[in-house]
Structure formats: C-alpha cells, structure tokens
C-alpha cells in the first residue's frame, strides 16, 4: 500500500503560495502524474482504494457496447470503461483474471461496481454499467479496486499512471450521515495533510497541537490531537468517526501485522475527553479512505489545505 505508489511527476503549473488555513482552497493548480499498481497478490483480498485528481485525465479510449469495450472504436466520452482499460494494463498477458471498480453510491449507500473479465475461451468481457466520469457530481469521491486471478501464471501487476489537475475552484467534499454512514473521499493529491489524524481533525500546528495526555494515556508529542476542531470529526455531536485503509501490500513496515486486513484510526469522546484508538497512517497520494459515522453526525465539509 506505501511503497507501490510515488509521485512520478508533479507541479505541471502552480499558482500562489503555502496555504496554512484549513477549509479554504485558494488558487493553487497543479498537474499529477502518478504511477501506481493494482497487482495481484497471493492470498491477498487484492483491495485497493484509489482517489483520481478533480479534473480526471483519462481519455476516451473504450467503446459503449461490446463484450471487450478496450477493443472497439471510442465512444465521445470518459467513463469508468475508460478507466477500466487504462488501469487493467495486464489484461492482454494474464488468462484468466478479473478488474472492477466500484463506487460508493452515499444516496442509496449501496455499492456499484464495473467489472472486466478475462475468461478462455472467451476471452475479456465487461458486466455492469459505467457511469460518465467527466460529468460525474461524486467526483471528490474515491473508488474501491478489486483485482483476481485464477491462473498460475503470469501474475498480474497492472502497473498504471493516473493523470489529471487539481481544481481550485472545488468547495469542498460533504461528509454526511444523512443518509449513508460511510463515505470513501478522495484526497488531493498535493494536500498538506500527511496524516489520518489531520483528516480527522485539521492542520496539525495550525488547527490543533499535540500537548497533553489523552484519554487513552498516549503521551504529548504522540501525534495525536488536543483538540478536534477542523476535520470530518463532529465536535458537537461527538460520534465515533473512523478512519480505513486496506493494506494489500506484503511486509509493509508502517505497521506490523497489517498484512491484508483494514487499517483504521478512529476518534470519540470517552467520559467527556477526547480519544484516539487505531493507527495514526501515513497519507499516500491516489489513496481513497473509507469514513464510518454514526448516526446523530452533524454535516461536515472535507476541504483540506493544500500547497
């Protein structure tokens, strides 16, 4: 999940400055090119989550209809077919193997996949139906990847570059449990958050410090907030919020033992003091991360600051 993904080429234009003020995005742009694989790992659940930059640089390179839609003539438009024949970039060397790729839908909160199969003797196939990706209103949403495969060899890796540009026009990403208790949100990737504990609660330094003991006897300078007041964390109604990435990664040395299971960091109010339990994770640019409410949470707005 660390060491699969780094920042290939960046800064193709920026404007302005630093930006130290949570919940404002200022004019700032810049251009992404990340390389990232989607690989098949034995005896992994071959999870990811992937945030594609607000101004998504795919291209139109899927038909509409068929049964492999990365062979036909394309179709006007970027959808998550496109994506699917991008970031499958296997799907011509394995045999027997599987892509998908699946939203969150916050308003039903059910999920919606797209999925590619290669299967002999048919060979590549699409199931579901994909959505416009240029148009899409739950852009600053990320997406759940899976990937399979069956066959001995060769094993897939599906070594991919995103591209794509910030948009510094963006107000923001709601974080609501109106009608859904989770949310996956995408990160930009020039954020200055670099850990879950700004996510949760703002800038460290600037929206909180690290000073004193908290609940869970951590000591100061642990990393983890005094207080909590500019992240997806609802001080007003204290709910337990949590915070979860999946390590699909082998020998990952940020945490032991995380192997293929989920890594999460949440906050709650415990006898009138706040508290955090789980890992406080590094941030890594093209991650997606899950967000789990309860209900009774209080609208929040995502908007970290970025450079």
């Given at each position: 999940?660390?060491?699969?993904?780094?920042?290939?080429?960046?800064?193709?234009?920026?404007a302005g400055g630093v930006y130290l003020?949570?919940?404002?995005?200022?004019?700032?742009?810049?251009?992404?090119?990340?390389?990232?694989?989607?690989?098949?790992?034995?005896?992994?659940?071959?999870?990811?989550?992937?945030?594609?930059?607000?101004?998504?640089?795919?291209?139109?390179?899927?038909?509409?209809?068929?049964?492999?839609?990365?062979?036909?003539?394309?179709?006007?438009?970027?959808?998550?077919?496109?994506?699917?024949?991008?970031?499958?970039?296997?799907?011509?060397?394995?045999?027997?193997?599987?892509?998908?790729?699946?939203?969150?839908?916050?308003?039903?909160?059910?999920?919606?996949?797209?999925?590619?199969?290669?299967?002999?003797?048919?060979?590549?196939?699409?199931?579901?139906?994909?959505?416009?990706?240029?148009?899409?209103?739950?852009r600053d949403l990320g997406y759940f990847?899976?990937?399979?495969?069956?066959?001995?060899?060769?094993?897939?890796?599906?070594?991919?570059?995103?591209?794509?540009?910030?948009?510094?026009?963006?107000?923001?990403?709601?974080?609501?449990?109106?009608?859904?208790?989770?949310?996956?949100?995408?990160?930009?990737?020039?954020?200055?958050?670099?850990?879950?504990?700004?996510?949760?609660?703002?800038?460290?330094?600037?929206?909180?410090?690290?000073?004193?003991?908290?609940?869970?006897?951590?000591?100061?300078?642990?990393?983890?907030?005094?207080?909590?007041?500019?992240?997806?964390?609802?001080?007003?109604?204290?709910?337990?919020?949590?915070?979860?990435?999946?390590?699909?990664?082998?020998?990952?040395?940020?945490?032991?033992?995380?192997?293929?299971?989920?890594?999460?960091?949440?906050?709650?109010?415990?006898?009138?003091?706040?508290?955090?339990?789980?890992?406080?994770?590094?941030?890594?640019?093209?991650?997606?991360?899950?967000?789990?409410?309860?209900?009774?949470?209080?609208?929040?707005?995502?908007?970290?600051?970025?450079?």
């Open positions: 999940m660390f060491r699969k993904l780094s920042i290939a080429a960046v800064a193709l234009a920026m003020g949570s919940g404002t995005a200022q004019a700032s742009n810049m251009g992404f090119k990340l390389e990232r694989d989607f690989a098949f790992v034995q005896n992994f659940r071959n999870f990811y989550y992937l945030s594609f930059p607000l101004f998504n640089g795919l291209g139109d390179i899927a038909a509409a209809t068929g049964g492999n839609r990365c062979a036909g003539a394309p179709d006007g438009l970027v959808t998550t077919d496109d994506a699917i024949c991008d970031l499958f970039t296997d799907r011509t060397v394995c045999t027997n193997c599987s892509f998908a790729i699946t939203k969150l839908d916050t308003a039903t909160c059910l999920n919606v996949t797209v999925k590619a199969d290669k299967r002999p003797p048919i060979g590549l196939a699409f199931q579901g139906t994909g959505w416009n990706l240029t148009v899409d209103p739950n990847i899976n990937v399979a495969n069956a066959a001995t060899s060769p094993i897939p890796t599906n070594r991919a570059v995103v591209v794509g540009s910030y948009d510094p026009g963006w107000t923001g990403h709601t974080v609501s449990a109106a009608t859904c208790l989770k949310d996956i949100i995408a990160i930009p990737y020039h954020t200055m958050y670099r850990k879950a504990a700004e996510i949760m609660c703002g800038l460290e330094n600037t929206d909180w410090v690290d000073n004193v003991n908290n609940l869970s006897g951590a000591a100061p300078g642990d990393g983890q907030p005094d207080t909590c007041p500019n992240g997806i964390f609802d001080p007003v109604s204290n709910r337990r919020t949590a915070i979860t990435i999946f390590d699909n990664e082998p020998g990952n040395n940020e945490f032991p033992n995380t192997d293929n299971q989920n890594i999460t960091y949440t906050a709650n109010v415990v006898a009138g003091r706040l508290t955090f339990q789980g890992n406080n994770m590094s941030l890594v640019p093209g991650n997606a991360y899950l967000i789990n409410l309860l209900a009774g949470y209080n609208n929040r707005t995502f908007l970290p600051p970025h450079f």
